[in-house]
T-cell receptor, first 113, second 112 residues
């Protein structure tokens, strides 16, 4: 069965620190990759997505992610976090436009002011 | 504004009772989904529907039922057969199967 792992359960950073959240998936074929974010009290929303092309993808709010096919990874990065980035982040994989998005367990990010 | 509306936001029920969670979308999306979110487990797919009057089981369909009589609506019933129903339930939709998901705000069900 396909699976998505996220390296950290809870990350705590100070404002202006750099962020990298790891995501690895198990499926070896063609995949579409996503990062979703859930701010406190809000619904899940898309941060960024990769379908094809440039493996470095830029999303909203200064986030970016890099798809490294050989490592089955899609890590999320941000050079300088803000307190408002405090949220839960989910990596998701969808293979070949199939019906099932496989989500990782989530990483909770706490940014201290 | 287009979006997905879930209701109720919070729901308390006694064991053995069936409950139905509502999900309505005005995005004109063909595909709709129900996910269950538990702490530390991410989102798990319960059911999905690609078109009206058609739906398929996801990974954890046991104890749940759905219907898709209208494009806009995809209600989820949590039956008494669901052994651990207390959870946060998320409805989502996409333009077509496998496209970017748009989520509702969720319904938190607590079974006493």
């Amino acid at each position: 069965a396909q699976s998505v792992s996220q390296h950290n359960h809870h990350v705590i950073l100070s404002e202006a620190a750099s962020l990298e959240l790891g995501c690895n998936y198990s499926y070896g074929g063609t995949v579409n990759l996503f990062w979703y974010v859930q701010y406190p009290g809000q619904h899940l929303q898309l941060l960024l997505k990769y379908f094809s092309g440039d493996p470095l993808v830029k999303g909203i709010k200064g986030f970016e992610a890099e798809f490294i096919k050989s490592k089955f990874s899609f890590n999320l990065r941000k050079p300088s976090v803000q307190w408002s980035d405090t949220a839960e982040y989910f990596c998701a994989v969808n293979h070949n436009y199939g019906q099932n998005f496989v989500f990782g367990p989530g990483t909770r990010l706490s940014v201290l002011p | 504004d287009g979006g997905i509306t879930q209701s109720p936001k919070y729901l308390f029920r006694k064991e053995g009772q069936n409950v139905t969670l509502s999900c309505e979308q005005n995005l004109n999306h063909d595909a709709m989904y129900w996910y269950r979110q538990d702490p530390g487990q991410g989102l798990r797919l319960i059911y999905y529907s690609q078109i009206v009057n058609d739906f398929q089981k996801g990974d954890i369909a046991e104890g749940y039922s759905v219907s898709r009589e209208k494009k806009e609506s995809f209600p989820l019933t949590v039956t008494s057969a669901q052994k651990n129903p207390t959870a946060f339930y998320l409805c989502a939709s996409s333009i077509d199967l496998g496209g970017e998901l748009f989520f509702g705000e969720g319904s938190r069900l607590t079974v006493l």
